[in-house]
């Protein structure tokens, strides 16, 4: 289990630091509040993905036709 770069043991450690620091009591209510924070932001950023995606494919559908146009002219000859 390797998260962050953390193995168990190194999580273990930081777990019981924050038991001690904090209590039982709040360890519950912050693990929740971190909870929510994280997916918030993995809301946000799969929102600024779409939204990047979206962009992308507009700027592209606007640069084809152009492209288009001047491969498909005929030079007079």
């Not at 390797?2 to 620091?21: C, Q, S, T």
């Not at 993995?42 to 993905?49: I, L, Q």
Request: hydrophobic share 45%.
């Amino acid at each position: 289990m390797n998260i962050f770069g953390l193995g168990l043991p190194e999580i273990a450690v930081i777990l019981v630091v924050a038991l001690l620091v904090f209590g039982p009591k709040k360890l519950p209510e912050i693990g929740r509040s971190m909870g929510k924070a994280i997916k918030s932001f993995k809301e946000a950023s799969r929102e600024f993905e779409t939204e990047l995606r979206k962009e992308v494919e507009a700027l592209e559908q606007q640069s084809t036709p152009a492209v288009e146009n001047k491969e498909t002219a005929t030079p007079d000859a």
